[in-house]
């Protein structure tokens, strides 16, 4: 079995910043890409930034140039660095990651059990 546990979601004012950590625990073998999600009730969950375990990076338009997404391969940890922060970045945030666990032949998805961050005007 496989956790994830996130830490690092708070209540900031508008231009500050934030660090999101989630650490992959458990029956791990192999970690493939890892990614932050973020939802705000009645929306759907939306891919904010991923990474390959080569760190390859993507990110979605509105947080372009203010997120920054790595990971420790060797802990099995994502990050979510995130500066200038607005108040439509408030939401819940989720880590995802794509798991292969010892003794499996191919890869699963697990999930945090969700952040809080709220950015005040």
């Known amino acids: 079995q496989v956790q994830l546990v996130e830490s690092g979601g708070s209540l900031v004012q508008a231009g500050g910043s934030l660090m999101l950590s989630c650490a992959a625990v458990?029956?791990?073998?192999?970690?493939?890409?890892m990614a932050w999600y973020r939802q705000t009730p009645g929306k759907q969950r939306e891919l904010v930034a991923a990474?390959?375990?080569?760190?390859?990076?993507n990110y979605i338009d509105s947080v372009k140039g203010r997120f920054t997404i790595s990971r420790d391969n060797a802990e099995n940890v994502v990050y979510l660095q995130m500066n200038s922060l607005k108040p439509e970045d408030t939401a819940v945030y989720y880590c995802?990651?794509?798991?292969?666990?010892?003794?499996?032949?191919?890869?699963?998805?697990?999930w945090g059990q969700g952040t809080q961050v709220t950015v005040s005007s």
């Open positions: 990474i390959t375990r080569r760190a390859r990076t």
């Open positions: 995802n990651a794509d798991v292969i666990e010892r003794g499996a032949n191919i890869p699963s998805p697990y």
């Open positions: 458990g029956n791990i073998f192999w970690i493939n890409d």
